[in-house]
């Protein structure tokens, strides 16, 4: 079984701070982790992902994740934010033997401030 | 190459009505699923196929019906509407090992339906 929080529904920063969207995942096997955005009345689009090998994974947009085994985290971080980064964006997990089925955080609204 | 397409984009039904949402990709992928989108839940699966002829259940399969004939399509049937089944669903495609590194899963733009 597998298992994804997102902390925080709602994060507000102002444009040029730093983006933390926080997700932690529990997962029985090891994981392979996701970050999806979704623009106003749009599908999903896949920023990054971690499967194996470097723990620090860069993305689109200049969106980079850290896996942390220990912590069972996979945080999203932007050292600067954009007016255009304002999206939601969900956390995601799968079993790493090839299984496609994710699953997904309830997602974190980020709101950019001018 | 029109990726992952969704019809309709909205539909509104009666309560007991059945319909089927349309959904067809052009990548010649071998997964497909579907997922609803409610607030405050994320995207919960409903069904996903692996092939042509094969289909499973997700994590909120009641009230749905799948099909997968041909690679191309997968269309997800409501047999009777429900209110509960308001939502936003979302089809999506894959290669066949989503998790290898240059895969990812694509998304369609999602139908909007309405059960009154």
């Known amino acids: 079984a597998q298992s994804v929080t997102q902390l925080g529904s709602h994060v507000s920063v102002s444009e040029g701070a730093l983006v933390l969207l926080r997700c932690n995942y529990s997962?029985?096997?090891?994981?392979?982790l996701f970050w999806y955005v979704q623009y106003p009345n749009q599908g999903l689009q896949l920023l990054l992902k971690?499967?194996?090998?470097?723990?620090l994974v860069k993305g689109i947009n200049g969106f980079e994740a850290e896996f942390k085994k220990s912590e069972t985290s996979f945080h999203l971080t932007k050292p600067s934010a954009h007016m255009s980064d304002a999206a939601e964006y969900f956390c995601?997990?799968?079993?790493?033997?090839?299984?496609?089925?994710?699953?997904f955080g309830t997602g974190t609204r980020l709101t950019i401030i001018p | 190459n029109a990726g992952v397409t969704q019809t309709p984009k909205f539909q509104v039904l009666k309560t007991g009505q059945s319909m089927t949402l349309q959904c067809a990709q052009d990548m010649n992928h071998e997964y497909m699923s579907w997922y609803r989108q409610d607030p405050g839940m994320g995207l919960r699966l409903i069904h996903y196929?692996?092939?042509?002829?094969?289909?499973d259940q997700g994590e909120v399969p009641n009230g749905y019906n799948v099909s997968r004939s041909t690679t191309e399509d997968f269309p997800l049937r409501l047999l009777s509407a429900a209110p509960s089944q308001t939502s936003v669903y979302f089809c999506a495609s894959s290669s066949r090992k989503l998790a290898a590194s240059t895969d990812t899963q694509y998304f369609g733009p999602g139908t909007r339906l309405t059960v009154l």
């Open positions: 196929s692996v092939g042509a002829g094969i289909t």
């Open positions: 971690y499967t194996t090998g470097a723990t």
């Open positions: 997962s029985s096997v090891p994981p392979y």
């Open positions: 995601a997990v799968t079993a790493n033997f090839g299984n496609e089925k994710l699953t």
